[in-house]
């Protein structure tokens, strides 16, 4: 779940598809979940998350970088509206 929704969860899985899927050029990036994955995260949780799931976080951040969004909480919303 994510801290600032309790009833968002992020199935690892369905994101590695969707990654997949974009690394493969054939469907867009997942910025739905790469914004939860890496927005209004607090450090314990970034550090939980790396000692869990390393994969996720750190590609969650490539396709962040490659997508060119901004990093700021509400830069980044309005990014994702503009999507």
Do not use: I, W
Not at 16 to 33: C, I, M, N, T
Not at 53 to 66: D, Q
Request: charged share 15%; with cysteine.
């Amino acid at each position: 779940p994510h801290p600032s929704n309790p009833n968002y969860s992020l199935e690892g899985a369905d994101f590695q598809y969707k990654l997949l899927r974009f690394f493969g050029g054939v469907g867009p990036p997942p910025l739905e979940e790469v914004f939860f994955s890496t927005q209004n995260l607090t450090r314990a949780t970034q550090e939980e998350l790396m000692q869990e799931c390393p994969g996720l976080l750190v590609t969650a951040f490539l396709v962040l970088a490659e997508a060119r969004l901004p990093v700021s909480p509400t830069e980044a919303a309005g990014a994702l509206t503009k999507a």
